[in-house]
């Protein structure tokens, strides 16, 4: 997935004639704290709501104040981790798309960038969620998938999240069934220690339970 296919069809740019007011007023609609500000194509940089409230008056155009704008951007080819980490690194709530000329071509919003990790990592579909720490070392994702397997069940998606100074990791893996108790007994029989686990339960409800339990748990 690269960039250019998240841009959301909903965020217009401002342009410099527009005033504070109306930033203001289409950051509430978008649920954004960012906009564009676009002349032409042209990419000038990005407005912040607090830019917005630091001006001597909401009512004159945006081109009338002298603003410091931020400049953060991917092109078009870019990955989706490339978007993803410059709204982690800067704190964003939407990122502009360039093409190779540096022709402004829109933005991706933070509701279509986590519509679409919802999907990698099948969120949605019904399975068991397993949470293990180890080190770095000893992960194997070929050695998981077999432990997987052997009891009847796939991995449907995997993530990793370092432990900030350690060489530990948490390991996340969503499998494709809610029954994972033999799984998790032949992890722990292969010395595996499972941190945390999510299943047995059966319906889509519960699935969404499931999930949020698990964002509590990363503190998303």
């Known amino acids: 997935m690269i960039a250019k ?9 401002l342009k410099t004639s527009d005033t504070g007011k109306t930033a203001l007023s289409w950051m509430e609609e978008y649920k954004v704290s960012h906009l564009p500000i676009v ?8 407005i912040s709501e607090l830019d917005i409230y630091n001006l001597n008056s909401f009512d004159e155009p945006l081109g009338n104040h002298k603003l410091s704008l931020q400049h953060p951007y991917v092109f078009e080819t870019q990955h989706i981790y490339d978007v993803l980490k410059l709204v982690n690194e800067q704190n964003l709530s939407l990122v502009p798309v360039l093409n190779d000329k540096g022709n402004y071509l829109g933005s991706i919003g933070l509701q279509n960038l986590v519509k ?17 720490e180890m080190t770095y070392n000893n992960y194997s994702l070929t050695e998981l998938a077999k432990i997987v397997e052997e009891n009847d069940a796939k991995i449907l998606s995997t993530f990793l999240i370092n432990h900030e100074d350690s060489t530990r990791l948490d390991v996340f893996l969503k499998l494709n069934t809610v029954e994972i108790s033999s799984v998790l007994k032949t992890l722990e029989r292969y010395d595996y220690f499972v941190k945390a686990s999510f299943g047995h339960e059966d319906d889509r409800d519960d699935l969404r339970e499931r999930y949020n339990s698990l964002m509590n748990y990363l503190n998303v």
């Open 5 to 13: 296919d998240l841009i959301s069809d909903g965020i217009m740019p």
């Open 116 to 132: 679409y990790f919802a999907r990698a990592l099948s969120v949605d579909n019904p399975g068991g969620i397993i949470v293990l």
């Open 39 to 46: 002349n032409n194509q042209e990419f000038l940089g990005l």
